[in-house]
């Protein structure tokens, strides 16, 4: 086979001499095509001078400037495209234009590499003016740093430097080492930053004008990262506005709380730190630090170390208090608890409340049940409901509409209906409607004529310590010093005291019933009747013992005729009460 010389005449600069060399000899065979001295080698003459050893095979073009004017540079085919630069290569396509050194385009339309060792593989109206950039395909992308990536997609654009978009549209990289995967209009302004894809997402710039470094945002739409190493997995309109935050998912969720976290729902907000919300909807995390709501709806903590488990509308404004569920429960003191229910109110601190619609406003207070009130500081109601437990150190178990009153301590209701403890260390183990007035007095009734108190028994013990004067009587008092059987207005009594004593020797004791008939009329205490039965006594004392009144008071009394001796005295009073009390 035979090839034809062909002269370079009308190709300008070096580009002069184009010969071919024999086809090699044998059944296949192979032309072997060369240009002389450095001349390059193109298929078409016209256009500006090639450069040294290169080669352009295209075959139109716009301008004479579109030729592969860099030294050793590549046009491979297509049309109206440059390789301006040393090593520049053009695969084909149009208007694509190499002009960093050592810059490739492989095909495509109207692609630009503006700097060294830079890469466009197709596509159309990208450009690449960051070294050692690289955009895969795609339309109208740009990669303005070094050594950064564009997969494909349209309309991205990265500033970064060894940072990546892989794909979608419309994409914004600003900052070092950062990555989007996919998805339209989201941007990237943190180093190191990840978004994995969705719509509208942004990680941008912090509170104090900083970067956003390493956040991420997984994907959904509208999410935004405003924190250092902070994250959003996905959902929609959700913020990370300070560091070390995690929102899972969701929509319209703010976590702006340093280390704090929420897991998803609907409109929940964090301000504190290290603060949790698990889900649900509308919950809110003030100041406080280290606070927990797990889900629910309307929820608020404003305090440290408190947590709200879920239920709906329940509020904590106190430290390291907790509300277990239920619904309109408000706590405002410390290191309290309502643990379930509905409508509680508690302000006590280190108190704990579970039921319905109690008050507790004491500290060290207890309350379960329904309607209860706690207002005695380490009150307890049990259960029951519509009980009041208001004196310190208050117990009332259960039943319905009994009362311990404030400036009572240390009494105690079981049950009953309407019962009344307003004695200090008083009691009613249960019944309907019983009054325990007197210090110590346990009460009991099963009814009443028309008022509380009407028709009931009591029991009380009365004490005294004694160093007797001869033929002198002495007031037994019910806590030891000073109260006395304070009966109450238009009622009467029987009263049977069971009196007891004796020396610390042991050699002298003495014990006695005494009984009577006591009657307060109008104001006027008298004892109607007395009786005494002496029991037993031993020793050398002559004692005695006996009720009276001084008016005012039941007294039970003691003497000894001769004197000189102290005893300690006991007595057990039993009292049945009828009347017409106030």
């Not at 095909?107 to 003016?129: E, K």
């Not at 210090?439 to 005294?464: C, I, M, W």
């Not at 009394?557 to 009347?579: E, H, K, L, M, P």
Request: proline share 1%.
């Amino acid at each position: 086979m035979a090839f034809t010389h062909v002269q370079g005449a009308g190709i300008s600069g070096t580009l002069y001499a184009v010969h071919t060399v024999a086809a090699q000899s044998g059944t296949d065979q192979a032309a072997v095509f060369a240009a002389d001295g450095t001349g390059g080698f193109a298929a078409s003459s016209g256009g500006d001078p090639r450069g040294n050893n290169s080669v352009d095979l295209q075959t139109f073009r716009a301008s004479d400037s579109q030729v592969a004017a860099g030294n050793l540079s590549v046009i491979g085919g297509g049309e109206s495209n440059s390789a301006i630069s040393t090593y520049c290569v053009v695969g084909g396509g149009e208007i694509n234009s190499a002009s960093g050194e050592a810059s490739a385009i492989c095909g495509g339309g109207n692609n630009l590499t503006y700097v060294q060792a830079s890469f466009i593989g197709g596509g159309r109206n990208n450009a690449v003016s960051g070294q050692y950039g690289i955009i895969c395909g795609g339309l109208d992308n740009t990669v303005d740093n070094h050594y950064s990536v564009v997969g494909g997609g349209e309309g991205h654009i990265v500033n970064g430097i060894y940072a990546g978009i892989a794909g979608g549209e419309y994409n914004t990289i600003y900052s070092a080492h950062a990555f989007i995967g996919g998805g339209g209009d989201n941007i990237a302004s943190g180093a190191y930053g990840v978004i994995g894809g969705g719509y509208l997402n942004e990680i941008g710039i912090t509170s104090i004008g900083s970067q956003s470094d390493y956040g991420s945002i997984g994907g959904g739409q509208s999410n935004e990262v405003h924190g250092l190493s902070a994250t959003i997995a996905g959902g929609r309109s959700n913020q990370a506005n300070s560091n070390y935050i995690a929102v899972g998912g969701g929509r319209s969720n703010i976590a702006s709380g340093v280390y704090s976290h929420i897991g998803g729902g609907y409109n929940n907000t964090i301000d504190g730190a290290d603060g949790f919300i698990g889900g649900g909807e509308d919950n809110t995390i003030t100041a406080g630090t280290h606070s927990v709501i797990g889900g629910g709806e309307d929820n608020y903590v404003d305090g440290s170390h408190s947590s709200v488990a879920g239920g709906d509308a329940n509020s904590i404004v106190g430290d390291s208090s907790f509300i277990g569920g239920g619904d309109v429960n408000i706590l405002t003191g410390n290191n309290s608890a309502i643990i379930c229910g509905t409508s509680n109110t508690l302000t006590g601190s280190n108190s704990t409340v579970g039921g319905y619609g109690h008050t507790v406003t004491a500290d060290y207070a207890t309350c379960f049940g329904a309607a209860n009130t706690v207002g005695g500081e380490e009150g307890s109601m049990l259960g029951g409901s519509s009980n009041y437990a208001n004196g310190y150190r208050a117990v009332v178990c259960g039943g319905y509409d009994n009362e311990i009153p404030t400036n009572t301590s240390n009494s105690f209701i079981g049950g009953g209906v309407g019962n009344s403890a307003t004695g200090d260390y008083s009691a009613i183990l249960g019944g309907y409607e019983a009054k325990a007035l007197m210090y110590g007095e346990q009460a009991y009734a099963a009814g009443s004529f028309n008022v509380a108190g009407d028709a009931q028994t009591s029991t009380l013990v009365a004490r005294r310590a004694v160093s007797h004067s001869a033929n002198t009587w002495y007031n037994l008092f019910l806590d030891g010093s000073s109260a006395l059987l304070d009966m109450p207005l238009n009622t009467a009594w029987t009263v049977t005291a069971d009196v007891v004593c004796m020396t610390q020797t042991g050699t002298d004791y003495g014990s006695f019933t005494v009984n009577g008939l006591a009657l307060n009329s109008a104001g006027s205490v008298d004892m109607v009747a007395s009786g005494t039965t002496d029991i037993y006594t031993g020793g050398s004392s002559q004692l005695e013992a006996e009720l009276s009144s001084d008016g005012s008071n039941i007294l039970v009394r003691v003497r000894d005729t001769n004197g000189g001796a102290s005893f300690r005295w006991v007595s057990t009073i039993r009292i049945t009460q009828v009347g017409y009390p106030a």
